[in-house]
């Protein structure tokens, strides 16, 4: 079965049948990844739920995947409040890092 990141709402019983994603979208939050991972990780599961990501070298791929990390260090503060976030330093927003990326051709439009 394949589904978008963000259309398993209400996906009751896949636990059931399934403990392996296979995750080829990548969104700009890795919760949104870990939601998806959540809904084969639920009471009833009785596999470990393993998750694949499948990405390119092209397109969006390498600067989204570059980028997860610091999203992930950024929603810590609200899923882990007493924990500090690691310092990252980044002197460039995803999108111009994402522009010129597909100006110098390494990402396909």
Known sequence: MMMSLRSGAGLDGL???CQDAV????????????????RLRRPGQEGQVNAHYVHTNWGSDPVIVE???IKADQSRGINDPGQAPKPRA????????????????????
């Open 15 to 17: 636990q059931y049948h």
């Open 23 to 38: 995750i080829g979208e990548f969104d700009w939050s890795p919760q949104v990844h870990y939601q998806l991972i959540g």
């Open 67 to 69: 980028m997860l990390g």
């Open 90 to 109: 980044t002197d460039e927003s995803r999108l111009k890092i994402l522009a010129q990326r597909v100006l110098e051709g390494g990402a396909s439009a």
